[in-house]
């Protein structure tokens, strides 16, 4: 069975630094995918990145990146320039296999932007 | 409008009413999903459907069932409330694009209290 962890009940950023949310995994599966969400105060579900466990590279998007450390089992987020609008819930989520039907969730990391 | 739809967006029930929350999407993918969200708490999820003829059960479908009425359409029934079903609950489809990456979408959610 997969299970992802976060470690990180809260976190704090002052605007315009970057922060790292940490996400750890565990699945002896050699094909997963790795997702990033975004949950707002107002309640919808954002994706923001995928990482696919034979990618050679570190997936980027715009201000997000994933640092995928395979041997650790690791997909930390890194929010660069942090904005106030990047206040919200994220959630660290996996596939296994290759149809990747089902979503295993973290419980997810509180992060607060401070102006 | 929204891509993913979900209807109603907030719902009030009794113990052991019958209630149905619908499903309804425009980015013509077959798969689609629904997950409940406890408070503090990751998703976790109740079924899933690959297309109108597959129907599966996901990790908490008791109490539970769903109805995939057209590629669309897949909705969630609860046959007979209990408090303990009191949620956030989200529809989300995909399309996979290859090996693992299957990306997951979702609507914005329907927070479903029993009484």
């Known amino acids: 069975a997969q299970k992802i962890t976060q470690t990180q009940p809260g976190m704090f950023v002052q605007e315009k630094e970057a922060v790292t949310l940490d996400c750890t995994y565990d699945?002896?599966?050699?094909?997963?995918?790795l997702f990033w969400y975004k949950q707002p105060s107002s309640g919808e579900m954002i994706f923001l990145i995928y990482?696919?466990?034979?990618?050679?590279q570190n997936a980027t998007e715009g201000r997000y990146s994933l640092n995928f450390q395979k041997a650790r089992k690791s997909a930390n987020l890194v929010i660069s320039a942090s904005q106030l609008g990047d206040s919200a819930m994220y959630f660290c989520?996996?596939?296994?296999?290759?149809?990747?039907?089902?979503?295993?969730f973290g419980e997810g990391t509180q992060l607060t932007v401070n102006p | 409008d929204a891509d993913v739809t979900q209807t109603p967006r907030n719902r009030i029930t009794k113990t052991g009413k019958r209630i149905m929350l619908e499903c309804s999407q425009t980015?013509?993918?077959?798969?689609m999903y629904w997950y409940r969200q406890d408070p503090g708490l990751g998703l976790r999820l109740i079924y899933y459907?690959?297309?109108?003829?597959?129907?599966n059960k996901g990790e908490i479908s008791d109490g539970y069932s769903v109805s995939r009425q057209a590629q669309a359409k897949f909705s969630l029934s609860l046959e007979s409330a209990i408090p303990n079903q009191t949620a956030l609950y989200f529809c989300?489809?995909?399309?996979?694009?290859?090996?693992?990456?299957?990306?997951?979408?979702f609507g914005a959610g329907t927070r479903l209290s029993v009484l």
């Open positions: 989300a489809t995909s399309d996979p694009q290859g090996l693992g990456k299957n990306i997951q979408y």
């Open positions: 699945t002896s599966d050699p094909s997963y995918g």
């Open positions: 990482q696919g466990s034979y990618d050679q």
């Open positions: 989520a996996m596939t296994i296999g290759t149809s990747g039907s089902r979503l295993t």
């Open positions: 980015k013509g993918h077959d798969r």
């Open positions: 459907s690959f297309d109108v003829k597959d129907i």
